[in-house]
C-alpha cells in the first residue's frame, strides 16, 4: 500500500476482518489511517507513494531494505495470509516472498492490468491467490486469464457514504443564483506540476465568460494550498477560495467541477456532479500511453459507462475527443493547454440548465447501475472464508494424529 487512497480502503478493510475475527492482528507496511484502525506498523509506505520509474529508482535501498525485513517477519512468524492493496510494483516483491514460503496472498484493489501492459497478468497469476476486484467488469477480465477473481465492489463509495462534512461551511456558500466551479487538482505532488496552470486557465476563462460564477480549489496537502495561492497571485487571478481538507463539502457546493483524473471521479459520480477530466502530460509518456494503453476512456466513471472499455487506438492526437462520445465525464487528456476547450464545456453548463441537468440525469442513472455500499464488508468476507477453507484443507490432509498440533495462527500481512 502506498497511496492515501490505499491506506484510507486499507484501514477500513482491517476494522472489517477484526470485526468478523477479533481475535486476528495485522501487521505491515501502511499508513496513519491503517495505523488508527490497529495496525502494527513496520513502515509509513504513504511517505514514497511514486509514480515513474526514475521515482522508485531514487527510493531503490529503502524498497530492498523492506524487502528484505518484510522476508525476516515471514521467517519469524506464523503467517496466515498476506494481502497487498494498490501500488503494484514492490507489492510484487511482497508477494514473491510470501509465496516462496507458502503464504497465501490476496490483492485487494488490483493493478489497472486492463487498462495498460496488460501482459502483467502473468504476474498476477503466477503470485496472487485471490483476486478481490473494485470495478464490476475486473473480475471477469481476469478470469477470462486464468486469475481467480472476484468482484467486491469499490470502497471509496462507502467512504464518502460515510462523510461527516461541515454542513455550515456548505451552507454558508450556498446561493442558487450564483454558481460554483470547483477545482480538483489531486493528491500527488506531479499531478499539481502538470495541471495547475490548466485548470487555473479553465478558472480564468470561465470568470470572464459568467462573471457570477464563484471558483474553489479543493487541495488535498496544505502546501498544496499554499502552492495554489501563490501561483494565483503570480497569475493576477483574484477571488479564488483556496482549501485543504475541504473536498467533501466543496463538492457538495459544486455546481460543476473540472478535476485531475483518479478515485475523486468516483466520489463526483456518487454525489451527481457533472465533471470535465483534466489530466496532461509530456510528450514521451504521450507515446508510451500510445503504445501500452489499452482502454477507450482513462476515467473510472466513464469505463463504467461503456460497454467496451478495450480500444486499441488510443491517441491523443483528436483535440476534440472529449467531445467525440456522449460520456458522463468529458475528459481533456492532452499534451499541450486544454483550458479553452475545457472552459467552453464548463460555461456550456453554466449557462444550460437543460444541460447541466442532463448530465446529472445520466450521473444518476450509473449510479443507481453500479454503486453499491459493503465493500470492504465483502473483502473482508472473502478473506476469512477462503483462510479458513485452507486451514480446513490442511487439518483434512494433516489427519487425526496431527490436528491437535495444527492450531491455527490469527495473523495477516
Known sequence: MGEPSGDLHGANLIRELRQLRPDLRCSGYGGPKMLQAGLAQHFDLTSMAVMWFLQVFRHLATFLSLYRRAGAFFDRERVDGVILIDYPGFNWW????????????????????????PWRVRKMRRLVDLALCKLPFEASWFARRGVRAIDVGHPFYDEVA???VDQAFVDERSDPSRPWLVLLPGSRDIELDRNLDTLLGTARRVAASRPT??????????RHAVRVERRCT???????????????ELIRVATCCVACSGSVS???LYLERPTAIVYRIPRWAHLAMRAMVRVRYVTLVNLLWTPVIERRDWSLQDPDRANAEPVPFPEFVTTDDPSERVARRVVGWLSDP????????????????HVRLGASRRGAEAILEDLSARSSRRLTEAGPSETSASATSRRAA
Request: net charge positive; glycine share 8%.
Open 234 to 248: 503570480e497569475l493576477g487571478l483574484s477571488g479564488i477560495e483556496v482549501h485543504h481538507g475541504r473536498t467533501p
Open 94 to 117: 511482497i508477494a514473491r516472498a510470501a509465496k516462496k514460503r507458502g503464504i497465501p496472498v490476496y490483492y485487494y484493489g488490483v493493478p489497472q492490468m486492463w487498462a495498460w501492459a
Open 213 to 222: 460564477t464563484r471558483i474553489a480549489v479543493a487541495c488535498f496537502r496544505e
Open 354 to 369: 437543460e444541460s447541466l441537468e442532463g448530465s446529472r440525469r445520466q450521473l444518476r442513472e450509473l449510479k443507481r447501475r
Open 162 to 164: 460515510a462523510q461527516q
Open 266 to 268: 468516483l466520489e463526483l
